[in-house]
């Protein structure tokens, strides 16, 4: 067994209570140097299922990266500027700075909002996600989240809220449907901004599993909902590893929009990383790791990209809380073997 071996082995090959990998695939220069594949947990439900290169897996919060990419598409179609005041008059309070889009993408709106994923009883994201008929969540989260009102000044303070994210994929269902949900119905506005993310986002870079969902009103949940294959997450990945190009270098992104999604935002101590992570517009940074961008999802879902290294990896799987730390060095010491 070579030493890259031994580092695969070492974090797929984890005890049950470290956690589970479902899937771990690493490219370099663009061809696949691992794809690994877990079996799912057994549930009351089913599972135990072998994962495959066909199996589509959750993304929880790497999905917020995905909604970076199509705004910087509906910037390149030049549907808005992000250092605009956002369009959405939930958000804006008269006599108060406005909320721009810029604020939203860097977690700094000033927007009260409670990110827990244990205590249901204090937590806007639960509430906003999980309540409701058949626990699909209230029906319009974007508008949910702008009500909860200010707590700082925008560009003040950062607050890592699946909220924002969500108030991002309202505005942008509103431009692409032609109008708010009262006046072109949740049909409209779902089919308007799915047709865009197939047309300009998926299609292009050769992605064909991603899934989207939803809420009642027709808004892309892009804080936590797209199912895909390992691989087309890795294709994902890959889009921000050529700067937004498609591997014939036709530009699809606006140029320099993965710098402006690892510009330096805040150091996060609490980040999953071992010297925790650092947070940039809708991607996490990796300290350890000069220049890398990281899509970061619960319970261990992680797309890594290194741009200058040439290196894409995914992660998915169920790591609990407590054993973030370890996984992430584990995938740490796989990119320092291919680096």
Not at 146 to 154: K, W
Not at 189 to 194: S, V
């Amino acid at each position: 067994m070579n030493a890259l071996s031994t580092l695969v082995e070492a974090v797929v090959g984890r005890s049950e209570t470290e956690g589970r990998t479902l899937a771990l695939l690493v490219m370099k220069d663009g061809a696949t140097e691992i794809e690994w594949y877990g079996t799912s947990p057994t549930t009351l439900f089913g599972g135990g299922e072998r994962v495959t290169e066909t199996t589509t897996l959750i993304s929880w919060s790497m999905a917020k990266s995905i909604t970076h990419a199509l705004l910087g598409i509906a910037i390149v179609d030049g549907l808005l500027d992000v250092n605009d005041p956002a369009p959405f008059a939930a958000l804006q309070a008269e006599g108060q700075p406005p909320i721009r889009w810029i604020d939203l993408l860097e977690m700094r709106s000033g927007l009260t909002f409670v990110e827990d994923y244990e205590d249901a009883s204090v937590s806007h994201c639960l509430e906003m996600l999980f309540s409701g008929e058949e626990h699909r969540g209230v029906a319009d989260m974007g508008m949910y989240a702008a009500s909860l009102g200010r707590e700082f000044q925008p560009g003040e303070h950062w607050s890592y809220a699946s909220g924002t994210t969500n108030i991002l994929c309202r505005m942008l269902g509103d431009i692409l449907a032609g109008g708010d949900v009262a006046s072109v119905g949740a049909e409209k506005r779902k089919n308007a901004i799915e047709q865009f993310a197939k047309e300009c986002l998926f299609g292009p870079i050769g992605a064909s599993s991603p899934i989207m969902k939803f809420d009642a009103t027709g808004t892309f949940v892009g804080s936590s909902f797209v199912y895909a294959t390992a691989r087309d997450f890795a294709t994902f990945g890959e889009l921000y590893r050529r700067g937004g190009a498609l591997a014939d270098g036709t530009q699809i992104l606006p140029l320099g929009w993965h710098d402006h999604a690892r510009h330096w935002v805040v150091h996060d101590p609490e980040g999953s990383g071992p010297h925790g992570f650092d947070y940039g517009r809708h991607w996490w940074l990796w300290p350890d790791f000069e220049g890398s961008l990281v899509a970061q999802g619960f319970q261990g879902q992680y797309i890594f990209v290194l741009p200058e290294a040439g290196i894409t990896m995914v992660h998915l799987g169920i790591t609990d809380t407590e054993w973030a730390v370890s996984l992430v060095e584990g995938l740490g010491d796989i990119v320092r073997e291919l680096r």
